[in-house]
C-alpha cells in the first residue's frame, strides 16, 4: 500500500535552498523538499521548523528571499497565488479560507463562476459541486452556508475548492490538527484516491501516527532546514521523531542531558502530591468553554506542590490555552474550582489572583505579555502598575528603578529601559515578560510556551530560570508544544488530549514514544 | 391627507436617500466604511449644477455629477486602499473637503456664497406629481438593480466575499483591492445621482443643501443591515415619517424635531441588537497589506 | 512616562509635516486658480492672524473651544475609541452651563457661579459621551456610528427645548445668563479690544495639562493607553477593557462639553441654535494634526484657528472658503501618511539584536 512511486523524469515539486525571513525570524534557512507525482508525502517537524512558510511559499503566498522551486520541471520561484493555481496547486490553510456567510458552492466557483448571459449561473455552480463531491467522496451538501458547518464539513469544501480549480497536487496543512478519529479515517480514504488518480499530495502534520499511517515518502524539517528525506516503509517512528527534535542541536542534547545528569529535586521526583499535602495550586474538575462555546477543559483537576514543575504535554489545540487562560483569570470557568495557597480564586480576576500569589508568562508575548509600543520599564511593571503608585501618580522613579535593576537581573539587552519593547529582540522580549513575572514575589508560576520563537542564548536562560525558582520553592505549570522541554523541566508530565488529562507519568517514567501515544488518543489511561 | 401627494412627496424625498444608501451598501460589502455619503451627495449636486448652468442639459448635469461623486470617490478609495488610511477619518474629511470644495467654486463660478443661479431640471408638470423625472425613476431603481447585481452576478459575489474575508477571497486569486476600487467607485457615482437629483429638483445648487441626507442614508445602510433591498425600504420608511411631519406641520401633534430623530434613534437600537442584531460585513474597515 | 525615543517622534511629527507640505501646495492652486499671488495671500493671512491684536485675539478665541474637542477625541483615540460626538458633546456642555448660569442669581459671585456653570457643562457632555460608551460595551455597538447619529439627537433634542421652551422670541437662543460670565482678555489687555478672545482659554490649558498628566503620568491613563494600544495585553495586565471604555468616552464627553464655556461664559453668554459650528467635527482633525497628544492638540487648535481666521483675512481676495479646502486637505494628508511614514520608517530600521 505504501510504495512510493518510482521517480520518472522530473519531481512534481524540487524547491532547493528556500530562504525566507520574517524581520529578525528566519523561517527557512535553506530548506529544501522533493516531491515525487502521485505520492502521498508527509512533510513533517515540531512547530516553528519552518513547514507553514515553506508551503506558503509554494503556494504563491509569498516570494522567497533566496532559493529555486521547480513544479513539473518548470521554474516557478517567486510565482503569484494565481499562477500556482493555475498549475495546480491546492492549498489547505489550517485556517480555513472560507467566506462564512456565502454558501458551500459560491465558496468554491468563487473566483471562476459559472456564467449565463452574464449571470452567475449559480445552479450550475451548485451541480458542479455535486459531481465533484460524488467523484471524490467528499460529500457535502452545497447549499448550505459555510458558517453552519462542522469543522470536518469546512475542511472538505476546501479541498473541493482546490479540486475544483484543477489543483493536481494538493497542500494539507495540519488537516487532523481539527479533526475527530472517524473524520480523520474519512479524509485518509479521500487522500488515497486522490493519490491512486494520479494526485499529489503533501501532508504537514507533526503527529507522528499519522505519518506512518498515510504517507508514502517523509520529508523532515528542523529549525528552517531540512533534515533528511525518508521512505515510509523503511523508517521507524522513533526515527522520525529523532530526526524531528535533532540529536545534534546544541539546545536538545543539553536539555536531555539535563535529565540524565540532574535530579530534578530532592527525593520526591514525581510523585503525585497527595490530597492531604498542601500544595500550592489545587485545580478540581475544571471546565471551560472555548470561543466558540465549545468545551475545551474537560474537568480536569491536579495539584501542585512547592518546589515541583508539572509539565503538559500535548498536540497544540487541545484546551492547554483555555486551561491557562481560565486559571490567569482571562476565561470564565464554567465548572469547578482553583486554589492559590488554599484560598479560592474560582471567581477571582485577574489583578486578585496575583495577589494571591499568581504570576503568568502567557503563550503570545506580541498579543497579551507585552505593549509593544510602551517602554521596557513600563512594560516591567504592566499589570504591577497599581503598586507603583505615589501620591495618586505613577511613581516613575520606582519604575525606572525597577526597571534598571530587573534590566541587569535578567540580562536584558539592549539595556534601555526607555526602549519600546517593539525594538527589541524575540528573545529578550521574552526576558521581559520573564522579568516581570518572576522577579518578583510569587507562589505559582504559570508558564505557557516561554521558550517560543526565541534564541537558543535565551531559552537556555529561562529554562535555567525556571530551575532556579522550582528549588526556590515556587509551584510551576508549564505549558509547551516542545516535548523535549516539558521533559527536560518537568517533575511530572500530564497529557493533555480533547481538553482532557489523559496521563500523567512522573518525568522519570515518561519518554517521548510512550507520551507521544497518549498526545495523539493511541493510549488512553484515567488520569492520575 | 391626500395619498396622491403624500406619496409624490414621500418618494421625492426618499430618492437622494436611496442613490446615497445603495451608494453606502455596495462600498460597505465589500469592506470599506462609508461615512462620507453625505460629502458625495454634495459634491453630486454642485457638479450637475455647473454642467446644467453651462450646457442648459440637466443630461449633461447628470453626467458632470457622476464625474464629480467618481472623482471624490476614487480619492476615498485611494485614501483608505492604497494608503490603507483610517476609513472613518477620511470619511470625515471627505465631507469637510466637499463643503469647502463647493463653497469655494460656487463663490468662484456664481460669485455667491449662497446658492447658484436657477438651472434648468426633469419633468415638472404638475400633474405628474413629479413621476415624470426620469432620475426619480432611477432612484427608485438603484436598489433593486444592486440587489441583483450583489447576489446574481459573479461580481457581486466577490464583491459580498472580499468585504466578508479578504483572505479568501485572496487565496482565490480575486483581486481585493481591485473590486474594492470598483465598489468605491461604484458608491461615489451613485451617492452622487443622490446630490444631482436635489439639485436639478431644487432647480439650483444651495450650499450645504444635503444638509444631513447623506447620514441619514448611512443610517438607512445599517437599519437595513446592508441589504441593497432592506436598506431601500428603510429609506422609504425614514421618507414616510418625514413626509407625514411635513404634512402634519402647523398641528403640533408632535415636534418637528422628534420625527427628525426617528432613523437615528432605529439606527442605534438595531446596532445595540434590541431589535435583532445588525452584523456588518466582518471585514468592514479593516485595510489588506 | 519615559523618554520617547527619536523613531517614535519622527513618526509623530513627520505626518503633520508632510500633510502641510500638501496643504500649502494645493493653496497655492486654489490661490492662483483665483488669478493671485500666493505669496502675497499667505502674507495677508498672516497678518490677518497673528500680525494684530485683534486677529489674534480671535484666533485666541477659536483655538480654546477646538483645543477642547481636540483633547476630547484625543483621549478617545488613545483608549482606541472613535468619539465622532463631541460636536453634539460641545452643545449639551454649552447648554446645561447656560442653563446653570440661567437658573443662579445674578448676586452669586463668579468664584461660585464659574466652577457650577463648568461641572454643568462638563456633565452635559459627559452623559452623552457616556451612553455610546455604556452601548458599546453593553451591547458591543460601534461607538462611531452611535455617536454620529446622538449628534443627531441631541443637536435635535436640544433645538426642541430652546425652540418651544428657552428661546428669546425672534431669536435661536436663551436670553443671557445671569451668573457664570468669564472675563474677556480684553478687560486686562485692552490692544484685544473688539475680539472674542476670553479668560476660558486659561481652562483649555489647564486642561491640556489635565488631560496629558492624566495620560502619561497616572495609573489610569497607564491602563487607558495599554488598551488603545493593545487591549488583550490590557486584560491580561488586570485592566476591565470594558471600564476603560466607558470611563473614557464619558471623560472624552466631559472635555468637549467644557469645550463651551468658551461661547457661553466668555464670549456671548448665552446658548444658542448651532454655536458648535462644526468645532466638533474639527476637533477630530485636531487631534489627529496634534498626534493625540495634548502639547500636539494646543499647537494643532492654534493652527485651525489661525486657517479659519486668516480666511476672512484674505476674503477681499480669495473667498475664505479656500481655507475650508485646506482644512480637508490637511486632514486628508495625514490620514494617509500616517501608515506610510510608520511602514517606511520601521522598515529602515532593524529590530535591534542583542
Redesign the interface.
Known amino acids: 500500500m505504501t510504495a512510493s512511486s518510482v521517480p520518472t523524469g522530473n519531481p512534481a515539486i524540487r524547491m532547493t535552498g528556500i530562504e525566507k525571513a520574517f524581520g529578525s525570524v528566519r523561517a527557512n534557512r535553506g530548506a529544501s523538499l522533493e516531491v515525487q507525482q502521485g505520492e502521498i508525502h508527509a512533510l513533517v517537524g515540531e512547530n516553528g521548523a519552518g513547514k507553514s512558510t515553506l508551503m506558503k511559499i509554494l503556494g504563491g503566498l509569498q516570494p522567497p528571499d533566496a532559493g529555486t522551486m521547480e513544479v513539473n520541471g518548470k521554474d516557478v520561484t517567486g510565482w503569484s497565488t494565481s499562477d500556482a493555481i493555475r498549475a495546480g496547486i491546492g492549498v489547505v490553510h489550517q485556517h480555513f479560507m472560507l467566506v462564512p456567510t456565502l454558501t458551500v458552492a459560491e465558496n468554491i466557483v468563487l473566483g471562476m463562476e459559472p456564467v449565463k448571459g452574464g449571470r452567475f449561473d449559480y445552479r450550475k455552480a451548485v451541480d458542479e459541486v455535486k459531481t465533484l463531491s460524488h467523484n471524490t467522496g467528499l460529500e457535502v451538501s452545497p447549499d448550505r452556508k459555510v458558517a453552519d458547518l462542522s469543522v470536518g464539513e469546512a475542511q472538505r469544501v476546501e479541498i473541493l475548492k482546490t479540486l475544483f480549480r484543477g489543483a493536481k497536487i494538493l497542500v494539507l496543512d495540519e488537516p487532523t490538527a481539527v479533526l475527530s478519529p472517524p473524520e480523520v479515517r474519512d479524509l485518509w480514504t479521500v487522500l488515497r484516491g486522490l493519490r491512486d488518480a494520479g494526485g499529489t499530495i503533501i501532508l504537514i502534520t507533526h503527529r507522528l501516527d499519522e505519518v506512518i499511517d498515510i504517507s508514502d515518502t517523509i520529508t523532515v524539517m528542523r529549525a528552517g532546514q531540512t533534515v533528511t528525506r525518508l521512505k515510509t516503509t523503511e523508517t521507524t517512528p522513533s526515527e522520525i521523531a529523532k530526526a524531528m527534535v535533532g540529536r545534534d542541536v546544541a539546545l536538545t542534547s543539553r536539555d536531555e542531558a539535563g535529565i540524565l545528569t540532574t535530579p530534578a529535586h530532592g527525593g520526591a521526583i514525581g510523585q503525585p502530591p497527595r490530597d492531604d499535602e498542601a500544595s500550592a495550586i489545587n485545580v478540581t474538575n475544571l471546565c471551560v468553554l472555548g470561543s466558540r462555546k465549545t468545551i475545551e477543559v474537560d474537568g480536569v483537576s491536579f495539584s501542585i506542590r512547592a518546589g515541583e514543575i508539572l509539565g503538559i504535554a500535548g498536540v497544540e489545540g487541545n484546551g492547554q490555552t483555555e486551561l491557562i487562560e481560565a486559571l490567569a483569570g482571562l476565561r470564565r470557568i464554567e465548572s469547578g474550582s482553583v486554589r492559590i495557597d488554599g484560598k479560592d480564586v474560582t471567581f477571582r480576576n485577574v489583578g486578585e489572583r496575583r495577589t494571591a500569589g499568581l504570576s503568568h508568562i502567557p503563550e503570545d508575548r506580541h498579543r497579551r505579555g507585552l505593549i509593544l509600543d510602551y517602554s521596557v520599564a513600563d512594560n516591567l511593571v504592566l499589570g504591577l502598575q497599581a503598586d507603583f503608585v505615589d501620591k495618586g501618580l505613577l511613581d516613575t522613579d520606582r519604575i525606572n528603578a525597577n526597571a534598571e535593576a530587573q534590566i541587569k537581573a535578567f540580562d536584558i539587552r539592549p539595556p534601555v529601559a526607555g526602549m519600546p519593547a517593539r525594538n527589541l529582540s524575540g528573545g529578550n522580549q521574552q526576558k521581559v515578560v520573564v522579568a516581570r513575572e518572576m522577579g518578583g514575589a510569587f507562589t505559582v508560576l504559570l508558564a505557557s510556551q516561554p521558550t517560543r520563537g526565541v534564541d537558543v542564548g535565551a531559552i537556555e536562560f529561562i529554562h535555567s530560570r525556571l530551575r532556579e525558582a522550582r528549588a526556590a520553592g515556587k509551584a510551576i505549570l508549564l505549558v509547551s508544544a516542545e516535548l523535549n522541554e516539558v521533559l527536560a523541566l518537568a517533575d511530572r508530565v500530564a497529557v493533555m488530549y480533547r481538553g482532557k488529562f489523559v496521563a500523567v507519568v512522573p518525568a522519570s517514567e515518561a519518554s517521548e514514544e510512550s507520551l507521544g501515544e497518549y498526545m495523539t488518543g493511541t493510549r488512553k489511561e484515567s488520569a492520575a | 391627507m391626500n395619498p396622491v401627494s403624500f406619496l409624490a412627496q414621500m418618494v421625492r424625498i426618499a430618492i437622494p436617500y436611496l442613490f446615497a444608501a445603495t451608494g453606502g451598501v455596495v462600498a460597505e460589502r465589500s469592506g470599506i466604511?462609508s461615512?462620507e455619503l453625505e460629502g458625495l451627495m454634495l459634491v453630486g449636486a454642485f457638479s450637475a449644477t455647473i454642467g446644467t448652468h453651462y450646457s442648459g442639459s440637466p443630461w449633461i448635469g447628470v453626467l458632470c455629477g457622476i464625474l464629480g461623486g467618481l472623482i471624490f470617490g476614487l480619492?476615498h478609495a485611494l485614501?483608505t486602499i492604497r494608503?490603507?488610511?483610517?476609513q472613518?477619518?477620511?470619511g470625515?474629511?471627505?465631507n469637510?473637503?466637499?463643503?469647502?470644495?463647493t463653497?469655494?467654486f460656487?463663490?468662484?463660478a456664481f460669485a455667491s456664497?449662497s446658492n447658484s443661479p436657477r438651472i434648468n431640471g426633469f419633468g415638472g408638470r404638475a400633474a405628474a406629481h413629479g413621476f415624470d423625472n426620469p432620475l426619480l425613476w432611477m432612484g427608485l431603481l438603484a436598489a433593486p438593480v444592486l440587489a441583483f447585481f450583489l447576489y446574481?452576478?459573479?461580481f457581486?459575489?466577490?464583491v459580498?466575499?472580499v468585504g466578508?474575508?479578504p483572505?479568501?477571497?485572496?487565496?482565490?486569486?480575486?483581486s481585493v483591492n481591485k473590486i474594492r476600487y470598483i465598489a468605491v467607485a461604484v458608491s461615489g457615482m451613485l451617492a452622487a445621482l443622490g446630490g444631482v437629483f436635489l439639485a436639478l429638483d431644487q432647480h439650483q445648487f444651495t450650499d450645504q443643501m444635503t444638509s444631513?441626507r447623506g447620514?441619514i442614508a448611512?443610517?438607512a445602510v445599517?437599519f437595513g443591515r446592508w441589504d441593497p433591498v432592506k436598506a431601500g425600504l428603510a429609506c422609504l420608511f425614514f421618507a414616510a415619517a418625514e413626509t407625514l411631519q411635513i404634512q402634519l406641520q402647523g398641528n403640533h401633534v408632535i415636534?418637528s424635531?422628534?420625527i427628525?430623530?426617528i432613523p437615528?434613534?432605529l439606527?442605534?437600537i438595531a446596532?445595540?441588537?434590541?431589535v435583532g442584531r445588525a452584523v456588518?460585513p466582518?471585514a468592514l474597515g479593516k485595510?489588506v497589506e | 512616562m519615559n523618554t520617547r525615543t527619536k523613531e517614535q517622534l519622527e513618526e509623530a511629527l513627520f505626518p503633520p509635516l508632510v500633510a502641510l507640505l500638501v496643504a500649502l501646495i494645493f493653496g497655492d492652486l486654489l490661490i492662483m486658480s483665483y488669478g493671485q499671488s500666493p505669496a502675497m495671500v499667505y502674507k495677508l493671512l498672516l497678518q490677518g492672524t497673528w500680525g494684530n491684536a485683534y486677529g489674534f485675539g480671535q484666533v485666541l478665541y477659536k483655538s480654546t473651544t477646538l483645543a477642547f474637542t481636540g483633547l476630547a477625541v484625543s483621549l478617545g483615540i488613545r483608549a482606541g475609541l472613535f468619539n465622532v460626538g463631541a460636536e453634539s458633546q460641545l452643545a449639551a456642555g454649552g447648554f446645561l452651563a447656560a442653563l446653570v448660569g440661567l437658573g443662579l442669581s445674578p448676586a452669586v459671585p463668579g468664584i461660585i457661579a464659574v466652577p457650577l456653570c463648568m461641572i454643568a457643562a462638563a456633565a452635559g457632555g459627559g452623559i452623552v459621551g457616556a451612553i455610546p460608551g455604556w452601548l458599546k460595551v453593553r451591547f458591543g455597538a460601534h461607538e462611531v456610528i452611535v455617536t454620529i447619529m446622538l449628534n443627531f439627537i441631541v443637536l435635535a433634542l436640544l433645538n426642541y427645548i430652546v425652540a418651544a421652551h428657552l428661546h428669546v422670541p425672534e431669536t435661536l437662543h436663551t436670553p443671557e445668563i445671569h451668573a457664570g460670565s468669564v472675563a474677556t482678555l480684553a478687560s486686562i489687555i485692552p490692544a484685544f479690544h473688539g475680539s472674542a478672545a476670553n479668560f476660558t482659554i486659561l481652562f483649555a490649558l489647564i486642561a491640556a495639562s489635565v488631560v496629558g498628566i492624566y495620560l502619561f503620568r497616572s495609573r489610569r491613563g497607564f491602563e487607558l493607553r495599554a488598551v488603545g494600544l493593545q487591549p488583550d495585553a490590557a486584560e491580561y495586565g488586570g485592566v476591565s477593557v470594558g471600564g476603560v471604555w466607558l470611563r473614557a468616552m464619558t471623560i472624552s464627553g466631559a472635555i468637549a462639553g467644557l469645550g463651551g464655556i468658551n461661547y457661553v461664559l466668555g464670549y456671548k453668554h448665552y446658548y444658542e441654535e448651532g454655536f458648535t459650528g462644526g468645532a466638533g467635527f474639527l476637533g477630530i482633525a485636531v487631534a489627529l494634526v496634534g498626534r493625540n497628544h495634548p502639547l500636539g492638540v494646543v499647537l494643532a487648535a492654534l493652527f485651525f484657528a489661525t486657517l479659519s481666521q486668516g480666511g476672512l483675512a484674505i476674503h477681499a481676495f480669495v473667498p475664505k472658503q479656500m481655507v475650508e479646502v485646506l482644512q480637508g486637505v490637511v486632514i486628508l494628508a495625514v490620514a494617509m501618511s500616517v501608515p506610510e511614514v510608520r511602514a517606511v520608517l520601521r522598515r529602515a530600521r532593524k529590530p535591534v539584536t542583542a
Open positions: 466604511i461615512l480619492v485614501a494608503y490603507r488610511a483610517d472613518v477619518v477620511v470625515i474629511a471627505i469637510l473637503l466637499a463643503i469647502g470644495v463653497r469655494f460656487l463663490k468662484l456664497s446574481r452576478t459573479p457581486g459575489l466577490r459580498r466575499a466578508e474575508h483572505g479568501a477571497a485572496a487565496s482565490v486569486g480575486v444631513g447620514f448611512v443610517a445599517i415636534p424635531q422628534f427628525e430623530m437615528y434613534a439606527t442605534i446596532l445595540a441588537g434590541l456588518a466582518a485595510a
